[in-house]
C-alpha cells in the first residue's frame, strides 16, 4: 500500500504535470493578427484632390451583410463555406473599417472634409453619402468581389446621384495579407466612383455610374 506522503507527492506531481501541459498548449497559439483597409500614404500618392472651394461630406454608416460585421476576417473556401479566421481580424468591425476607409478615400480624392462626427454650419453645402456593401466574396489565391450601391445627396438643392458598382481585384497569393491588400483596392475602386459622384453633382451635372 503506497503512503499518505507518497499518495500526495503522486498528486501534485500529476497536477503539476497537468498545469505544464495546458501552458504548452496555451503557448502554441499564434498571436492575433490585425488589418488595415486604410490606403498607405504611398497608393494615395496620385490622388488629385478637386479644386476650388472647400467641401463637405457626411458619409453615413455602412451597411453590411452580417455575415461579415464583425472584427474577424471571413475568406470562402469552397461554394458553401466560409471560414471566420479567428487569428485574422481588422482592427475594428469590418463594417467600422470600410466606413472609415471609404470616407477617408473619399475625402482625400475630394479634397474634403469628412463632417460626418462634428456636424456641418447651416450655410455650408454638403454631400451626404450613404453606402451599402450589397455583397463580398474573398477567396485566398483567388479573387475578392464587391458589389456596392449607394447614394449622394447634395444639401442644399436635394439633388441625389443613385448608383451601384461591382469591383474584382486579383488576389495575388495564399495569404491573409493578400486578400487585404486587394480588399484595399477594391475599397479605393469605390471611393473613386463615389468620389466622381460628388463632382458631377458639384458641376451640376448628372452623375454617371459605372460598372
Given at each position: 500500500?503506497?503512503?499518505?506522503?507518497?499518495?500526495?507527492?503522486?498528486?501534485?506531481?500529476?497536477a503539476a504535470?497537468?498545469?505544464?501541459?495546458?501552458?504548452?498548449?496555451?503557448?502554441?497559439?499564434?498571436?492575433?493578427?490585425?488589418?488595415?483597409?486604410?490606403?498607405?500614404?504611398?497608393?494615395?500618392?496620385?490622388?488629385?484632390?478637386?479644386?476650388?472651394?472647400?467641401?463637405?461630406?457626411?458619409?453615413?454608416?455602412?451597411?453590411?451583410?452580417?455575415?461579415?460585421?464583425?472584427?474577424?476576417?471571413?475568406?470562402?473556401?469552397?461554394?458553401?463555406?466560409?471560414?471566420?479566421?479567428?487569428?485574422?481580424?481588422?482592427?475594428?468591425?469590418?463594417?467600422?473599417?470600410?466606413?472609415?476607409?471609404?470616407?477617408?478615400?473619399?475625402?482625400?480624392?475630394?479634397?474634403?472634409?469628412?463632417?460626418?462626427?462634428?456636424?456641418?454650419?447651416?450655410?455650408?453645402?454638403?454631400?451626404?453619402?450613404?453606402?451599402?456593401?450589397?455583397?463580398?466574396?474573398?477567396?485566398?489565391?483567388?479573387?475578392?468581389?464587391?458589389?456596392?450601391?449607394?447614394?449622394?445627396?447634395?444639401?442644399?438643392?436635394?439633388?441625389?446621384?443613385?448608383?451601384?458598382?461591382?469591383?474584382?481585384?486579383?488576389?495575388v497569393g495564399?495569404?491573409?495579407?493578400?486578400?487585404?491588400?486587394?480588399?484595399?483596392?477594391?475599397?479605393?475602386n469605390a471611393?473613386?466612383?463615389?468620389?466622381?459622384?460628388?463632382?458631377?453633382?458639384?458641376?451640376?451635372?448628372?452623375?454617371?455610374?459605372?460598372?
Amino acid at each position: 500500500m503506497m503512503s499518505p506522503n507518497k499518495n500526495n507527492s503522486f498528486k501534485h506531481l500529476a497536477a503539476a504535470s497537468m498545469a505544464a501541459m495546458l501552458l504548452g498548449a496555451c503557448g502554441t497559439t499564434p498571436p492575433a493578427q490585425f488589418y488595415t483597409l486604410a490606403a498607405t500614404p504611398a497608393s494615395a500618392a496620385g490622388v488629385r484632390p478637386t479644386q476650388g472651394a472647400q467641401t463637405f461630406i457626411e458619409v453615413m454608416p455602412v451597411a453590411v451583410p452580417e455575415r461579415l460585421a464583425r472584427p474577424q476576417v471571413v475568406v470562402r473556401s469552397d461554394a458553401t463555406k466560409l471560414d471566420v479566421l479567428e487569428q485574422d481580424r481588422w482592427s475594428s468591425p469590418f463594417n467600422n473599417e470600410l466606413r472609415d476607409a471609404l470616407a477617408a478615400g473619399i475625402a482625400s480624392r475630394l479634397g474634403a472634409i469628412d463632417i460626418s462626427r462634428s456636424g456641418r454650419q447651416p450655410d455650408q453645402v454638403s454631400y451626404r453619402i450613404a453606402i451599402e456593401l450589397r455583397d463580398l466574396d474573398a477567396v485566398r489565391n483567388g479573387q475578392v468581389q464587391a458589389s456596392f450601391g449607394w447614394s449622394v445627396t447634395r444639401s442644399d438643392d436635394r439633388k441625389t446621384a443613385v448608383c451601384r458598382l461591382t469591383v474584382v481585384e486579383p488576389v495575388v497569393g495564399g495569404a491573409v495579407s493578400d486578400v487585404v491588400v486587394a480588399t484595399q483596392k477594391v475599397v479605393a475602386n469605390a471611393a473613386e466612383a463615389i468620389a466622381g459622384n460628388v463632382r458631377a453633382l458639384q458641376a451640376g451635372q448628372t452623375a454617371k455610374c459605372v460598372g
